[in-house]
């Protein structure tokens, strides 16, 4: 079969996300000879359109900021809040290989991270929960760096409109008059950043560009190949090992050997509606999802034919999200749902969750009170003038609406709660009441129900100027609006049951030889919970990181 090849290389890589690009790198700097082959005509996948955030704990930047850490607190927390879901061995080889992952790309490649200052684990009320330390994200970059490879980044426009870091717009949440001088002093910084003038346009690379660029400039630093339009069709076996794959190559089928191993990054099955709706309870849409859109389950499809293992197809990583009539994907609220002065309600006009929960919990919630017949998809996030005026909201920066989103029905106004309550086909008594209810509390501080802002997460996306509590404020100040809030994703969670070595499972256990699968097309290590911001891309790159190593042996 040797001969029948049209390309051969000791390791092929799949994808060209975070953990793609990892596992690349790694397993050339292990001495072998690598490919990387992208379906798109961008590499970087959904961690380019992400927050390129990374949730490492016990890691070498902790410890310089006088955090303490260890493998066995970020256990206990793993298992704890995974409810004995997932392998312990998985678990420790995660939390064992993080910090080791870290500090090889910052010692050996061009990737750099920053503390994510106050951004705490997602459930502090679990055992081995830290406040701080164990969430990182991406050192800005500019495109200046890239030159010939800049306009092949996925969705890199995000980045060039909105190019502040996490700790940057997180810190200018803060709606006082100190808070604003804050803000000031981050733009004058920002228009100073070296990495950001070049020409016309913002040079500067944040959040998932920035993790992207870094990672693609270590691989253009070793020669290693990236093959775009390139999209995998069929795993080859030979002998009872994975020996490569067919792909789709400038039109016509081409046979890519692995003397080694392949490893499938390729993401998840966020944009095939029908395995969304053969795996997971309705209603769905790939409509609502922000993950890449070349996530369409190609590798969980070309490993199940060879007789691979899934596990966690029903779940994904759930996160509100917004519509623009016209545009080409939705808007993820992550930072709307925290703030004071808005309420996210079902068609009954009522609360169903604490909005400031961790955005998975919030979807799940949502389903929850849509199941329960409380027709919560969509719900509706409502909020008044006062925020609008001081908030960001999806799409618009603070002050006056644009018309544009008014014409288009991404946003609906009016000056009482019950107009607003008709235009959006909520019961109005059930608005009206649960407004009322909601800011006798909101004025004292304290949400009886649902406890929002009680909690480290909820507050660290809070206005701090905003007391007692940073999470609550009335909505009370007209004209209020309203924004229909759909239960969306970053991406699914399902894919190939794998082991402590990311190699890939049969149903009764058995490895099948040379396969490995890392990210969304793997079975989470995280379980059905969300340990803390950058839970998502830190799988994938630690278990690339994994896979490499051990891919290197054969």
């Known amino acids: 079969m040797g001969e029948s090849w049209d390309y051969k290389t000791d390791v092929l890589v799949v994808g060209s996300g975070g953990g793609g690009m990892t596992a690349a790198l790694m397993a050339k700097d292990q001495g072998n000879d690598v490919l990387c082959i992208e379906k798109g005509r961008a590499y970087g996948g959904s961690t380019a359109m992400s927050g390129g955030t990374v949730w490492i704990p016990n890691n070498h930047l902790m410890k310089r900021l006088g955090c303490q850490d260890s493998e066995e607190e970020a256990f206990q927390y793993l298992q704890s809040i995974t409810e004995g879901r997932v392998r312990e061995d998985r678990l420790w080889s995660y939390l064992a290989s993080g910090p080791r992952m870290l500090e090889y790309l910052e010692k050996h490649s061009r990737v750099r991270f920053a503390i994510v200052r106050r951004m705490c684990d997602y459930y502090q009320n679990a055992k081995g929960a ?24 996925q969705d890199h426009r995000i980045s060039r409109q909105a190019s502040l870091t996490v700790n940057e717009a997180v810190a200018m949440l803060d709606s006082s008059w100190w808070g604003r001088l804050g803000a000031i002093r981050i733009f004058a910084r920002y228009y100073l950043d070296p990495t950001r003038c070049v020409g ?10 920035a993790l992207v660029a870094r990672l693609r400039l270590s691989l253009a630093d070793r020669n290693i190949p990236v ?29 890519i050997g692995a003397r080694k191993a392949v490893i499938l990054a390729a993401g998840g099955f966020a944009h095939n509606q029908a395995m969304r709706e ?19 389950g190609d590798a969980i499809r070309m490993a199940s034919e060879i007789g691979a293992a899934l596990d966690f ?12 009539s016209g545009w080409s994907k939705p808007i993820v609220s992550i930072v709307e749902r925290n703030l004071p002065g ?3 309600v079902n068609k009954m006009g009522r609360r169903f969750t604490n909005e400031a929960a961790p955005y998975s919990d919030v979807v799940k919630a949502q389903y929850a009170s849509h199941w329960q017949g409380h027709d919560a998809v969509p719900a509706y996030l409502i909020i008044d003038s006062r925020f609008r005026s001081r908030y960001l909201t999806g799409p618009m920066m603070p002050g006056k609406t644009p018309k544009m989103f008014i014409d288009r029905g991404y946003i609906r106004m009016s000056d009482t709660i019950e107009g607003l309550a008709r235009q959006c086909g909520i019961d109005p008594v059930g608005l009206i009441s649960e407004i009322n209810a909601f800011n006798a509390n909101a004025a004292k501080g304290k949400d009886q129900e649902f406890g929002r802002g009680d909690s480290l997460l909820d507050r660290f996306y809070g206005d701090p100027s905003v007391r007692p509590n940073s999470c609550l404020r009335p909505v009370d100040k007209p004209p209020f609006y309203a924004i229909e809030m759909w239960p969306g994703d970053i991406g699914t969670k399902g894919g190939l049951r794998t082991d402590a070595q990311a190699r890939v499972l049969r149903e009764d256990g058995a ?26 891309i830190s799988s994938s790159m630690v278990f690339g990181y994994i896979a490499a190593l051990n891919a290197g042996k054969h």
């Not at 197809?313 to 623009?324: E, G, K």
């Not at 097309?521 to 998502?536: D, I, L, N, R």
């Open 130 to 153: 830290k406040p701080e330390g164990r969430s990182l994200e991406a050192v800005p970059i500019s495109i200046r760096r890239l030159t010939k490879g800049f306009d092949q980044i």
């Open 200 to 209: 016309k346009g913002d040079s500067r690379l944040t959040l998932g560009n």
């Open 227 to 255: 093959w775009l339009e390139t999209p995998a069709h069929s795993l080859i076996v030979d002998a009872g090992r994975v020996a490569g794959l067919e792909a789709l190559r400038s039109g016509r089928i081409t046979r």
């Open 278 to 296: 053969q795996h997971q309870r309705g209603p769905v849409s790939t409509a609502w999802s922000a993950a890449s859109r070349n996530d369409t």
């Open 313 to 324: 197809m029903y779940d994904a990583w759930w996160a509100s999200t917004s519509l623009v």
């Open 342 to 344: 808005s309420i996210m």
């Open 511 to 536: 490895v099948i030889e040379s396969l490995y699968a890392i990210g969304n097309c793997s079975s989470p290590v995280m379980g059905a919970s969300y340990a803390g911001g950058g839970a998502t």
